[in-house]
């Protein structure tokens, strides 16, 4: 028993953490382009950490529960409801056998995450469910969901009436409701002529339509070398602003590739990977320039309140390992 897809939506698929330890072998990382948000829904259903959760893009699915289950849904406002009523975020939710969970217009952000008790029930492929959409492994086979699939539950609800009748603080899932994203150098940034690091750190630039899970490309300003150089293909991460030979600025994702042949003008602090997860095609954004120092306190500081929260669940909410 588990969820049956009767719509499935702009683009829906598995995820999780990632396939850490296969990029030397150029398997890319892939997982939840908004890990934080991927992280708490696990959280609020008594999951363990890496259980793998449905990332729904913009226009959401309809899913059919075929089992009762305890699920929650965070990330994006995507006008969540179930059998036509709408329903909270960021909270433990109880979905009875046969109730229908729709996603409608996008409020606010981009992409929302649906995790439920137990996780799901797929084989894991090189020690992940999260789909690689390119190659056609992970997930459910490999692909985007569509009308019709079944993806089949680990474990049923837990039987724990009115333990969850509560949800998170906004500070745990709150952010800074502007266009700036915080950035360190790269290591070519210095490359660059003075004007053009001048710009990236001060102008605005447009998500264009080229935007997915693989990267933004970004419109604006041009940006210029100092002197055209050849670039032997070098690691990037996600995050990693790369400009291309025409000077555009594409921002690397969640499905990146494992190595680039472009400069790498700056890195995004892991801190703001989530937010940047969530704009859309047309959105304005700016980059903040801060130290690695200040970005790696920001990482840690996020880091040590998700190990709060989940040390306060276990002890008030029983399912909680």
Not at 20 to 36: N, P, Q, S, V
Not at 138 to 163: M, N, Q, V, W
Not at 200 to 212: G, N, R, V
Request: glycine share 10%; aromatic share 8%.
């Amino acid at each position: 028993m588990g969820i049956k897809v009767l719509k499935a939506g702009l683009l829906t698929t598995v995820q999780d953490a990632g396939r850490y330890g296969y990029r030397k072998d150029g398997i890319i990382l892939a997982g939840a382009m908004d890990a934080h948000a991927w992280k708490l829904g696990n959280m609020l259903v008594g999951n363990t950490a890496g259980e793998a959760g449905i990332e729904c893009t913009l226009m959401g699915p309809f899913l059919l529960f075929e089992q009762d289950q305890l699920i929650a849904i965070t990330g994006a406002d995507l006008s969540a409801e179930v059998d036509g009523v709408p329903v909270p975020m960021w909270r433990p939710i109880h979905i009875q056998k046969g109730a229908i969970l729709s996603f409608g217009q996008a409020r606010s952000g981009c992409r929302t995450y649906l995790a439920v008790h137990g996780g799901f029930d797929l084989p894991p492929v090189l020690g992940s469910n999260s789909t690689y959409l390119r190659a056609g492994f992970g997930g459910l086979e490999g692909r985007a969901l569509k009308t019709g699939d079944l993806i089949p539950f680990k474990s049923a609800a837990p039987d724990l009436p009115g333990a969850f009748n509560w949800s998170l603080s906004p500070k745990m899932y709150q952010r800074r409701q502007d266009e700036l994203i915080r950035v360190i150098r790269g290591p070519e940034f210095e490359d660059f002529h003075e004007k053009s690091m001048a710009a990236i750190l001060t102008e605005k630039f447009k998500i264009s339509k080229e935007a997915d899970r693989m990267g933004y490309r970004l419109e604006g300003t041009a940006l210029k070398l100092l002197k055209k150089k050849e670039m032997l293909s070098s690691a990037v991460a996600f995050g990693t602003v790369q400009v291309t030979a025409e000077g555009n600025p594409i921002v690397l994702m969640a499905d990146h590739q494992t190595t680039g042949g472009y400069p790498r003008i700056l890195q995004v602090a892991s801190v703001d990977l989530g937010k940047l997860a969530q704009f859309q095609s047309g959105d304005l954004l700016s980059f903040e320039l801060i130290t690695l120092a200040q970005a790696q306190v920001l990482a840690v500081s996020e880091e040590q309140e998700l190990r709060q929260l989940h040390q306060t669940l276990t002890f008030k909410y029983p399912i909680n390992g």
